[in-house]
Structure formats: C-alpha cells, structure tokens
C-alpha cells in the first residue's frame, strides 16, 4: 500500500497559489479501499457519550484518538494499516511542501519533530462549513475520504483572498474572499494543505443519503496545546507560535455561526 500510495503523491501536482496544497483522487488500491469502508462505522452506528461535535447542528461525529470507540476501532487491521500509512507518509509529504515550509514556518520550527495523529468522522446529509482556518498548531493537514457521495452537493472549496492581510482571520467575511478552485469528493479522495495562516476553506451542502467518512490527519508542531485531547479541541488553538504571518478571530459572531452549521 505504502509504495501505491507514494506513486500517487509524487505523480501529484503541488499549487502553491492560493496556498500550498494538491490532491490526490485515488490515496490507497481498490481493494485496499474495499475492506477498510468495511469496517468503518456507519453515523448511526456511534452511539458513544463521549463523540466530538463540532457544531451545534450535529451533522457531524468525530471519534477522537483517545475516545473509547476510536481505539477499539484501532485494533482492527484495515483501520490500524491507514494510520500507519500516514506515518510512513510523513517524511515524505514533509519533504514535498519543504520549500513553502522554509518560507513561511519561522525558522527555528524548521527541523522540529513533527508529531502525527488522525481523527475519524461521519457526516450525515445537512452538513455545512463556511470559510475558515483550522488550527494553528497543525503544519499540515490532510483529508481522507474513503466515502461519500461525490454528485450529492459536499465540494470542497480553496478560497483565495482578494487582498493580503497584515493579520489574518481565523473565520473570515465573505466579501473578502472569492471562490478558486472546487472539489467533488469522490471514495479515495485525499486532499493535503500546508496549515498557512491564509489557506482559507469549506464545505458547500452535503446532501448524500449515504453517510460521508473521512480521516483527518495532522502533522503538528510540538505543542501540550495538541487536538488529541478533547478539551483541547473545545478551547481551540489560534496561537500563532510557529507561523511567520499572524492570525487572529476578527469576528465572534462569525465564528458563533460557523459552529452552529
């Protein structure tokens, strides 16, 4: 899987306008692909207390590392064999953004060990995100999705400033953006960004009656502020510590809205 899998990222091309990033529409073989969507869990099927909502409207479950869910499901060697391969992956998704992380990573986090872990999520038709920033101690963020319903609405937009910023919003005004490129999710789709203070995205309506699965996987900075912990994930974390540009939340009613989609 590991060496399938580093042919379909070498052979990608890297964007660096809006912001560094490239897709990949086919991560792991079709086999592969196969026997992990059956094993994961369905949005009715994760029933635990403790699931991560992001918003208010619930159209979305999220199984964090350290929830009991999650780590029954990681004994099972279909969902165990992904994240190892996001590990084995690192070095060289590291090395593929190493230019851009020169130029806009201060230089002192250049060489630091960059920690990796992934969440698991279940969206259900309804759901929605606007324009935004995740968060800042994440280097590198990547979208798994080995389902959804790629003609049931659900795109993935990358947004582009109309201007530079001297500082950054974290939940930014539409007027201030217009729309550059546009994603259908696809089973197998992979999206990988460098988490640049300007990498601004979203979501437009899902409307699938098949349940969207996605991993989230992020390669980190050193930090105790790290989204493994789920306090951590309801503080947030918009410390700007690694990033030579600055960021900040301009808007509380924007980002009120943004977490009750």
């Known amino acids: ?6 042919k379909q990222i070498n052979k990608s091309k890297l964007y660096t306008k809006p912001f560094p ?8 073989p079709k086999e592969t692909l196969k026997k992990l969507n059956g094993v994961l869990p369905g949005y009715e099927d994760i029933t635990e207390k403790k699931i991560y909502f992001q918003s208010t409207s619930g159209t979305k479950k999220t199984l964090l590392p350290k929830s009991i869910r999650y780590k029954k499901l990681q004994k099972n060697k279909h969902f165990r064999e992904l994240n190892i391969l996001f590990k084995d992956l690192k070095p060289h998704i590291l090395k593929k953004f190493d230019n851009c992380i020169k130029e806009y990573v201060r230089k002192k986090f250049h060489k630091v060990k960059f920690s990796q872990h992934s969440t698991f999520s279940v969206m259900k038709k309804g759901y929605i995100k606007s324009a935004h920033l995740d968060r800042r101690d994440h280097l590198i963020h990547v979208l798994y999705y ?22 950054y919003d974290i939940f930014p005004s539409k007027k201030d953006l217009t729309s550059h490129k546009k994603y259908r999710v696809k089973d197998n789709f992979c999206l990988f960004t460098l988490n640049v203070p300007w990498s601004y995205h979203s979501v437009t309506k899902y409307n699938g009656t098949k349940d969207r699965k996605y991993f989230y996987i992020v390669y980190d900075f050193p930090t105790d502020r790290g989204g493994t912990k789920l306090k951590n994930r309801q503080k947030g974390n918009n410390q700007n510590d690694f990033w030579n540009s600055k960021v900040q939340v ?3 009613k924007r980002k009120s809205k943004f977490f009750s989609e």
């Open 21 to 28: 990033y490239f897709v990949v529409k086919n991560l792991i």
């Open 1 to 6: 899987m590991l060496n399938y899998s580093l």
């Open 146 to 167: 080995p389902s959804s319903q790629s003609n049931k609405g659900g795109e993935i937009k990358i947004l582009r400033l109309k201007k530079n910023k001297k500082v």
């Open 250 to 252: 301009a808007s509380v």
